[in-house]
């Protein structure tokens, strides 16, 4: 490991946020082409932001430690990165009479969070795992759904045929 690697300046630092980048600009992109209320650059700028963040819990602070002083836990960042994101996502969900809007997108946010974060804690195939699960439930899951007896529409597709 270089130097710069240990301060999270390294080529192996800048492939995560950048993984992180192209992975929720992905999601964002299948977002905005539905015309859903977060679209492109919300996702890319939320999972790009919890990378931040976590590469920064993890390299930020080592000028700070002293062997066997200062202990550091990364993981105290990454809870208050869940729990700053389900304030947003909480935001992000509307009820009208009987109707709950906005959740699916509040969920994804959480998801290009926890997609962000994988990148920033160096876990690229989970992170890759989970993007490819949000596309087969969001490509695949309403064609399974459309086809199951007696089942309502899903709202998904009922909020896009009003805008067509």
Not at 11 to 30: C, V
Not at 31 to 56: D, N, P, Q
Not at 101 to 110: E, H, I, N, P
Not at 148 to 161: A, K
Request: charged letters at 15%; a neutral charge; aromatic letters at 8%.
């Amino acid at each position: 490991m270089t130097i710069s690697e240990v301060s999270g300046q390294g080529l192996r630092q800048f492939i995560e946020l950048g993984l992180a980048f192209l992975l929720s600009a992905a999601i964002g992109l299948e977002r905005e082409i539905r015309r859903k209320s977060a679209g492109l650059r919300t996702y890319t700028v939320v999972g790009t932001g919890a990378a931040l963040f976590l590469l920064v819990s993890k390299y930020g602070f080592t000028d700070v430690l002293v062997k066997d002083l200062v202990v550091l836990d990364p993981s105290r960042v990454a809870a208050q990165i869940v729990t700053g994101i389900g304030f947003i996502g909480a935001g992000l969900i509307f009820v009208k009479q009987d109707h709950v809007q906005g959740l699916t997108t509040a969920a994804t946010v959480w998801l290009v969070t926890g997609v962000g974060m994988a990148c920033g804690a160096g876990l690229p195939w989970l992170a890759l795992a989970a993007t490819m699960a949000y596309f087969v439930v969001a490509l695949v899951f309403p064609l399974i759904m459309r086809r199951l007896p007696g089942m309502p529409v899903p709202t998904e597709q009922i909020e896009n045929s009003q805008h067509d």
